[in-house]
């Protein structure tokens, strides 16, 4: 089955400053992968998401970026702000009728220094 | 919309008890999926439904039970209550049908706690 290693496991940055998560999965045939943030005590939320037919995708201060190739993805916060603090996963899937299961990384704790 | 609708929000529970954790969705998905979530940890999947009347393993399911009797409802059920059960119980719904795709959304969980 899949397998989804994300890195690091906690990451602190001055506000302001970007951060970068970053994950790699096993299953060549993946094509669909989703960021979810996890506010404390809260819901996972998805907060942007990526197929494998594009390299890129941004809305406003986050960005992801897919190489295939390496089988490898990222997630990029620019202009960091208080409210970014929260754990972060990553998850990777076959999107494809009947066969719809998330694999998710062990996620990221994001601490937004003031 | 309310979107996933889990029910209750916390609940403890003996050893050796029994309870089914409620999950409603109005979104009309056809997937509906029930994750753990351990203290510190990621999310692990225990079932999923593929549509009303289908139901298939997870990664974790032993311990467990689910069934899928509307589109809307994707009950799971715990037997035999024991402490390693202690967790954050997620539900969560998505659309796939060909080239359509609603990702997953996640209810508001249910902490259960077994001592």
């Known amino acids: 089955g899949e397998n989804v290693e994300q890195h690091p496991s906690t990451l602190s940055v001055q506000e302001g400053d970007s951060a970068v998560i970053k994950c790699t999965y096993s299953d060549s045939a993946s094509n669909y992968f989703p960021w979810y943030k996890q506010e404390l005590g809260k819901r996972p939320q998805l907060i942007i998401d990526?197929?494998?037919?594009?390299g890129e995708k941004k809305d406003q201060r986050i960005a992801v970026t897919l190489n295939k190739t390496a089988k490898h993805f990222s997630l990029h916060i620019t202009e960091t702000q208080p409210e970014d603090s929260a754990v972060y996963f990553c998850a990777a899937s076959i999107v494809d009728f009947g066969n719809e299961k998330l694999t998710f990384g062990t996620g990221t704790r994001l601490t937004i220094i003031p | 919309n309310a979107g996933v609708t889990q029910t209750p929000k916390f609940r403890i529970l003996k050893i050796g008890q029994s309870m089914t954790l409620q999950c409603a969705q109005d979104?009309?998905?056809?997937?509906m999926y029930w994750y753990r979530q351990d203290p510190g940890m990621g999310l692990k999947l225990i079932y999923y439904s593929v549509g009303a009347g289908i139901t298939d393993k997870g990664e974790v399911p032993n311990g467990y039970n689910v069934s899928r009797s509307t589109t809307e409802d994707f009950p799971l059920r715990l037997e035999l209550a024991a402490p390693s059960q202690t967790s954050v119980y997620f539900c969560a719904s998505s659309y796939t049908s060909g080239t359509q795709y609603q990702p997953q959304h996640f209810g508001d969980g249910t902490r259960l706690s077994i001592l």
């Open positions: 990526i197929r494998s037919n594009v």
């Open positions: 979104m009309n998905h056809n997937y």
